[in-house]
């Protein structure tokens, strides 16, 4: 059964900080690999996707990467602002549509 | 990407009532997808919904509970059949999304249900 971890749980940072989140999964052998978005109360928004062949996808000041073989991937944010503020959440797709989630990251951008 | 319209938005809601969460998608899909977010847990997969056949439910959860309808390919319901606290959570509707051999997930803006 695939698992999905995220480390920190949360991350409290001034703006202006460049920051990692961590997300690591137990099986391997994935599709691919989702970051989201999720506002308090809120859905989510997808911000990057990455296929289970590449090993990196970029947007604006987000960069994420995939170790597929190590089971890690992380989310790279430039430049911090206040409305980074939100809780990132780490999804993984294997099997038959099945999408495991991480419990997420609740990130905090003080000004 | 697939743009999905979920509401309501937030309802509060007596026990031993029920409550239908509805999500329509601005295109046709396949399969559209329930979760379900306790507070400040992660998302867990209630069912899986097909247009033309019964939903697919997640161990622990059932349809008498969870009833699901899956009218056509844009549109489908969750309703939350008598509520207790404990059904309090983020409801949320998903369709898997993609072109060229890419595919993600969308999901709507979810529904934040308050029992009492």
């Known amino acids: 059964k695939q698992e999905v971890t995220q480390i920190p749980a949360a991350l409290s940072v001034p703006e202006g900080e460049n920051l990692v989140l961590n997300c690591s999964f137990t099986?391997?052998?994935?599709?691919?690999l989702q970051w989201f978005r999720q506002d308090p109360g809120k859905g989510l928004t997808s911000l990057l996707l990455?296929?289970?062949?590449?090993r990196e996808q970029t947007s604006g000041r987000l960069n994420a990467s995939l170790d597929k073989s190590s089971g890690r991937s992380t989310l790279y944010i430039a430049a911090s602002q206040p409305g980074d503020s939100a809780t990132y959440l780490c999804a993984v797709l294997s099997g038959y549509s099945t999408l495991t989630f991480g419990k997420g990251t609740m990130l905090l951008v003080s000004p | 990407s697939a743009v999905i319209s979920q509401k309501p938005s937030r309802d509060i809601c007596q026990r031993g009532t029920s409550l239908t969460i509805q999500c329509q998608v601005d295109?046709?899909?396949?399969?559209m997808f329930w979760y379900r977010q306790q507070p400040g847990q992660s998302l867990t997969l209630i069912a899986t919904a097909n247009q033309g056949s019964e939903a697919t439910y997640e161990s622990g959860f059932v349809i008498d509970k969870f009833p699901i309808s899956r009218p056509n390919l844009t549109f489908s319901t969750l309703t939350v059949s008598n509520m207790s606290p404990e059904d309090s959570s983020i409801y949320l509707c998903?369709?898997?999304?993609?072109?060229?051999?890419?595919?993600?997930?969308?999901f709507g803006s979810g529904t934040r249900l308050t029992v009492v």
């Open positions: 990455i296929q289970s062949s590449q």
């Open positions: 099986d391997s052998a994935i599709y691919n």
């Open positions: 295109s046709q899909v396949t399969m």
């Open positions: 998903s369709v898997e999304d993609g072109t060229g051999g890419v595919y993600g997930y969308t």
